[in-house]
């Protein structure tokens, strides 16, 4: 019988429907085994929470990258073109030489300098103020498509300035309102250097979306902004956009041979390398720091496999006595452990997906409860908590997580398999 049994035992094949039940019912609590059940559980939880985190903190740590990336190169050059003596006084002849090279999209002739604004009611606040003309303007979707009040239809005709909201609403100013700014570089008298006053009308507000931006950068007519500063019929830099912001490097030495002058550059990855920089330490640094989770999850499934291992010790011995293969035992376990894996980073990926497609109500509704504002505008630069899932990121988590899973169950199982029938039915 026994030979008859071994026979057939070799002519079942791996990961057969007897093996898929056993596992399947080892993994059933019962009263003998609760506290392998628990640690189970426990097993379960822990995968499921750590990719659930993994999957969310990645998507937000994207999200922010996506959102501050495009806000900072919507409003500010790939490349800054700069005057080796300082100021460009024949911008307009340059401008269309430059802009005849391949690769860029436009250029933006930019005075700006630094200068104190205050509100109707005497509050105050530093402010960037930045020259362009109207069309230039326009070309900046960032600032031209998210125009909250007002317009920028006579924008160069008027003796306006464009806002943005944080800006009004921290000196209480609306469409129409005006505002004072001040700058230290104004007319140079017997006296000394006395600060240009001026008053401008609200003309526009507008919101990029982010607050470092919205709060602190006026928009003025170029030739306004000129005499405001001193730089009559001069500009400070080029702002360049390309159409592709990677392509800084190819672009770079035609825009100095078609300048036919010194230059002096700067692209936007110098400009901001620190920033982002520290958002890729961040997220890397993240990503192992939940990935522990997940590890101590699947040290779990160890336990509980060893556990399960000595409670099932005479099932073993018997199906081995009735012909299974060392294989099928190793196999019964890996499955065992497997499942646990593989559920706990299932419901782990929709919990995550869930989570980040409704992160924005998610963080409103913390708020509420908590009665405190856990995503500060002014902390996080911007004004919306942002998410984006990159598919490449989460089949990493998904694979570690399943990995780390089946290599937990590699121990345990082989140690079922290794065990002496003869010993495990000894006392039978």
């Not at 607050?211 to 080029?238: A, C, H, R, W």
């Not at 520290?278 to 101590?296: A, D, K, P």
């Amino acid at each position: 019988m026994n030979k008859t049994d071994m026979s057939v035992g070799r002519q079942i094949l791996p990961f057969a429907a007897f093996e898929w039940m056993i596992a399947f019912r080892y993994m059933l609590p019962n009263r003998k085994q609760m506290f392998t059940s628990v640690i189970t559980i426990i097993s379960f939880i822990g995968i499921l929470i750590g990719v659930w985190a993994l999957v969310v903190v990645m998507s937000v740590m994207n999200g922010f990258r996506t959102e501050l990336l495009n806000r900072i190169l919507g409003i500010n050059g790939h490349l800054v073109i700069q005057a080796a003596d300082g100021t460009f006084d024949d911008y307009e002849t340059l401008i269309p030489r430059l802009d005849a090279v391949e690769g860029v999209r436009f250029i933006l002739p930019v005075v700006e300098g630094q200068a104190l604004a205050q509100g109707e009611a005497g509050e105050g606040t530093g402010a960037l103020v930045r020259g362009l003309r109207k069309q230039d303007l326009e070309k900046m979707t960032m600032v031209a498509n998210n125009i909250k009040q007002g317009t920028l239809k006579d924008f160069d005709k008027s003796d306006g300035v464009a806002i943005g909201t944080g800006m009004a609403e921290r000196l209480g100013l609306t469409l129409g309102s005006e505002i004072r700014l001040i700058s230290p570089d104004g007319d140079v008298t017997p006296f000394g250097v006395n600060p240009r006053v001026k008053t401008y009308e609200v003309v526009a507000i507008y919101e990029i979306g982010m607050y470092e931006y919205d709060s602190s950068i006026i928009f003025m007519p170029l030739e306004e902004t000129q005499l405001f500063f001193n730089q009559e019929g001069k500009v400070q830099s080029l702002e360049t956009f390309l159409d592709n912001p990677d392509d800084v490097d190819a672009v770079w030495p035609r825009l100095e041979e078609a300048s036919g002058r010194q230059i002096y550059m700067i692209d936007w990855r110098q400009r901001n390398q620190s920033f982002f920089s520290t958002l890729q330490v961040e997220r890397n640094v993240m990503f192992i720091i939940l990935s522990l989770i997940v590890l101590v999850a699947a040290l779990n499934i160890i336990s509980g496999l060893v556990m399960l291992v000595k409670d099932k010790g005479h099932d073993i011995a018997i199906l081995r006595t009735m012909g299974a293969r060392r294989s099928a035992i190793m196999r019964i376990f890996m499955m065992t452990g497997a499942i646990i894996g593989v559920s706990g980073t299932f419901f782990g990926v929709v919990l995550g997906i869930i989570t980040c497609l409704n992160i924005e109500r998610i963080q409103s509704f913390i708020s509420w409860v908590s009665g405190v504002d856990v995503f500060n505008r002014e902390l996080y630069f911007l004004s919306q908590l942002p998410s984006r899932m990159d598919a490449g990121q989460t089949i990493m988590v998904i694979i570690m997580a399943l990995l780390l899973s089946f290599l937990a169950t590699l121990i345990p199982a082989w140690h079922a398999s290794r065990l002496d029938p003869v010993q495990a039915l000894r006392y039978e």
